[in-house]
Structure formats: C-alpha cells, structure tokens
C-alpha cells in the first residue's frame, strides 16, 4: 500500500481538503476521503461547530436543529 507522506501524488485527487479557520487564523488541516460525500457537502457548506458535553453527544441526532442555545429535534 502507498504511504501518503512518501506519494502525496496518489492521494491528492481522493480527498477533500479543508483548512479550519478561526478569527482568520488558520489554526487546523484536515482532509476527508472523497468517498465519505456527506461529510464533504457538510464541511463544504461553512459550519459551526459546536463542542457537546457527554450527555448531549448521547442525546443529540442528525437532522436535529441549534437554535443558538440549545438542540432540538425537527418539530
């Protein structure tokens, strides 16, 4: 298998890649394979991201809404 740090040139054209930006500054890289087209068309789309305490990353779904404060499932 072809490591992506020694052949970056047969990896280039299989990944999206996205740069984290934070006030300006440019504080992670990230990549994501282009097979995984759901996540790209979210990453593409200028997110927010939003850290969630345990309980809420076991309570909180896709398809679900931020209203700013809180999530909430699709009424």
């Known amino acids: 298998m072809s490591n992506p740090f020694e052949n ?3 990896f280039v054209d299989k990944q999206t890649y996205f ?3 934070v006030d300006g500054e440019v504080t992670h ?3 994501v394979d282009n097979m995984l087209e759901l996540i790209v068309a979210a990453m593409s789309s200028d ?26 499932e699709q009424a």
């Open 8 to 10: 970056p040139e047969d």
């Open 19 to 21: 740069a984290f930006v």
């Open 29 to 31: 890289l990230h990549t």
């Open 47 to 72: 997110p927010k991201v939003i850290k969630l305490t345990r309980e809420q990353a076991l309570k909180v779904k896709g398809g679900w809404y931020y209203d700013g404060t809180e999530f909430k």
